[in-house]
């Protein structure tokens, strides 16, 4: 029997879970990741889950892609200044 695991792909900032839990901003205590901040739910946290189907995100990440959206959303060609 096989298992389908579902990746959730978000774009920004975690307002919510598939669960419904709120997302909550947690720091890393692992060895690779100490200090990292991250996204994650709170039924997930508490339950200490790994690969599930609950939102995680690191906070680092999501900003870089935030400033990303940003930047294409506000730059404009520079044919428009030159009419």
């Known amino acids: ?14 307002l919510s879970c598939t669960c419904i839990e709120c997302v909550i901003e947690h720091i890393s205590k692992s060895d690779r990741n100490t200090f990292r901040r991250y996204y994650r739910c709170h039924h997930a946290v508490q339950r200490k889950l790994v690969n599930d189907n609950h939102i995680f995100k690191w906070v680092d990440m999501t900003f870089s892609y935030e400033i990303l959206q940003l930047d294409m959303r506000t730059s404009t060609p520079q044919s428009d200044y030159e009419n």
């Open 1 to 14: 029997m096989y298992t389908l695991c579902l990746k959730i792909i978000s774009y920004g900032i975690p």
